[in-house]
């Protein structure tokens, strides 16, 4: 005798009124951290090209930083459906067979497409380190340094001129691929958002301007995510180096930080509000218009989900860090509590299209409820809990550690 099918969405969904006995909340937590990873991308990528494509000299440290951070989140894009999928065996499909005939096999094309840009960028950018790095190790003793040298040589990729003719073709190609990548980058969130807009069945997620919010606030969060975790990294280095050598060796690097910091939080701040105005235009649009469902999204965003929409997703996400990031005086540690609200705004923002977009029954007479799982008891509860989205938002620390060994994000070698 063959064991009962299990429903997908049966372990969190909570009903309440008048439900199908179909409907249940499909698209859980692995489905919100799908377009929130995807942002971080894109976002971080942005950053990055402030320096490559417009020449923000302020900017030129955190850029290098943000362009590794941006392959190391790269490949974390996609980890969350293939958690969710309950076929993941399958979701090579996309990349070895993309076509434009479906939004879902058209990421094939966009995915391929941002990742050879980045790593060629990538490239470009570090090219004369890769082969300082061979030159430097070539002979030396040990079969740690032996490795080092194959794989610098290897990098190379058998161009081993550092002239300064050679370094002036690394910059103007630097500088074409950052300025291709930026529409690629926004494609490949926007593309996300096409996704959710273009579901008619679904009232909350058809609207036009959907692409366009989810890319402006794309690129609010990787921006965000790429300061908050720079200033990380320099405020563990001020403490390694004021522990070494004591306070002095503390005081000179945060000059330097806090211009640097203080220049992105600028173009953070023009792109937050872009994000929140665009978002508050379509709650308008959606109210003035009052189609056939608004009486039943009114009661989902004025009533069962007010706190996150209202008080989570626009009070302490949106409108707290704007305060603070207005505010004259900026310090480092303000502006580091802004960077987290950020980061947590816009993941509301996702929660609430994703949840929120499925809390209402298409009965209209009903709703249900996301009830994240703590504890696994399971494999499906532990891709689609919380430990599931743990696992997906560390995984890019874990490969920028490693990618770090190989390419310093931070140090400076000459471009």
């Known amino acids: ?8 969405g049966l372990d969190w969904t909570i009903k309440e009124l008048f439900v199908y006995p179909n409907e249940f909340i499909y698209w859980a937590i692995q489905i919100v951290m ?19 494509v417009f020449g923000q000299q302020d900017l030129k440290e955190m850029a290098r930083f943000s362009l590794v951070f941006s392959l190391a989140l790269l490949p974390v894009a996609a980890m969350p459906l293939l958690l969710h999928l309950q076929q ?12 434009f005939t479906s939004a879902i096999a058209a990421f094939g094309f966009v995915f391929s497409a941002y990742a050879m840009i980045v790593l060629s960028e990538i490239w470009f950018v570090y090219r004369k380190y890769f082969v300082e790095q061979a030159n430097a190790l070539r002979g030396m003793p040990g079969l740690v340094n032996s490795g080092k040298h194959l794989l610098y040589n290897l990098l190379t990729l058998g161009a081993h001129d550092s002239g300064d003719s050679a370094v002036a073709k690394d910059k103007k190609a630097v500088k074409i691929l950052a300025a291709t990548g930026i529409p690629v980058a926004c494609f490949l969130h926007g593309y996300a958002g096409f996704i959710f807009g273009s579901v008619k069945a679904n009232a909350l997620w058809m609207s036009p301007l959907m692409p366009v919010i989810f890319i402006m606030s794309a690129v609010v969060s990787g921006i965000a995510l790429c300061m908050l975790t720079y200033i990380c990294i320099l ?21 330097v930080q806090i211009e640097t ?14 994000a929140i105005s665009l978002e508050l235009l379509d709650l308008i649009f959606r109210g003035y218009t009052a189609m056939k469902s608004w009486d039943i ?3 989902i965003m004025y009533g069962k989900d007010f706190i996150n929409i209202f008080v989570l997703q626009y009070g302490l996400g949106n409108l707290v860090p704007l305060i603070l990031l207005l505010l004259p005086r900026a310090t480092v540690n303000r502006t580091a509590i802004a960077l987290i ?23 209209f007479s009903g709703y249900m409820h996301y009830q994240l799982p703590i504890i696994p008891h399971n494999l499906e509860t532990f891709k689609e809990g919380l430990c599931g989205a743990l696992t997906v938002a560390a995984m890019p620390f874990i490969l920028f550690y490693g990618l770090n060994k190989i390419i310093p994000a931070i140090k400076q070698t000459g471009h």
């Open 1 to 8: 005798m063959s064991e009962p099918m299990v429903v997908h």
């Open 34 to 52: 799908y377009p929130y990873m995807t942002g971080l991308v894109a976002g971080a990528f942005v950053l990055s090209s402030l320096y490559h």
């Open 88 to 99: 993941p065996l399958r979701a090579i499909n996309p990349l070895l067979t993309p076509h």
């Open 235 to 255: 405020k563990w280095s001020q403490f390694r180096t004021a522990r070494n050598k004591g306070a002095g060796g503390q005081a000179a690097a945060g000059g």
């Open 261 to 274: 910091i203080n220049k992105a939080a600028r173009y953070l701040l023009g792109f937050l509000l872009a």
């Open 297 to 299: 999204l009114r009661s």
């Open 341 to 363: 609200l950020v980061l947590y705004g816009i993941f509301m923002m996702r929660w609430n299209v994703v949840i929120g977009g499925q809390a209402f029954s298409l009965s």
